[in-house]
Structures are given as C-alpha cells and as structure tokens.
C-alpha cells in the first residue's frame, strides 16, 4: 500500500473508533427504547469496521471520546432529529471517503454496504 493509503486507512480507523464511542454514547442516553437497540446494534458495527481496518494498517488506535461527549451533547440540547441528521450524513460521508481505497482492500466494500444500511437505520428513527 502507498504511504498515502496508509495515511487514509489510518484515518477511518480512528473514524470507526471514534463512531463506536459515539452510538454507544447516544445508546445510552436516548429515552426511545427503539433507537436504544439501533444505536448499539451500529456501534458494533462500528467496531467490526474499525478491525477489519486494523487488519491492513496493523496499527492499535484507541478512540477519542471527544465527538461522542460532543454528540451526546448536541442530542441533549437540540434534540433526537436534529442528531439524526448528522449521523445520517457522517454516514454518506463516509461511504465517500471509502471509494477510492475499495478497489485496493477489498475488505471495504463491506464497510460501505454497512455505512448505507447505517444512514437508513438512523433515518427510519426520525420521530
Ligand atoms: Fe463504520
Ligand atoms: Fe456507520
């Protein structure tokens, strides 16, 4: 893989790891006991991407909670739809990012079929 590859890998990475935190976050503090059990079910998701990209760079990350602190944040004060939207566009962004390394890593082809189905479970929770 090319320094650069390497570079972007890395990033998801720590992108999945982060977004692991985050649905955990908001699965815990939502009141709806529908996107409680959505939320977990993405952050393992979330989980399982962030191995899958383990398994090309070789490199341990540890997630920084600052995105989740803040989305849990954003959830508390502007609410569930409002949360909604950001996730279901970090998702299509997302897939965005993953385009130009699938055709090198085969493996991620998955990731992005997961990342859709992610932005179609957020949405299906709008209230
Ligand atoms: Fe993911
Ligand atoms: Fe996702």
Excluded: C, W
């Amino acid at each position: 893989m090319t320094e650069e590859q390497k570079q972007q890998l890395l990033k998801s990475q720590q992108g999945e790891l982060n977004a692991l935190l985050i649905y955990q976050r908001l699965a815990k503090i939502t009141k709806h006991p529908k996107a409680k059990e959505v939320f977990s079910e993405i952050a393992a998701d979330e989980g399982k991407h962030a191995a899958t990209l383990k398994s090309y760079t070789n490199i341990v990350l540890k997630p920084k909670a600052g995105k989740a602190i803040l989305v849990g944040f954003l959830y508390k004060l502007l609410g569930h739809n409002f949360v909604i939207g950001l996730l279901d566009k970090g998702e299509m962004k997302s897939i965005e990012s993953y385009r130009p390394l699938k055709d090198d890593f085969p493996k991620i082809q998955q990731i992005m079929d997961d990342e859709l189905k992610h932005a179609e479970m957020a949405r299906s929770l709008l209230t």
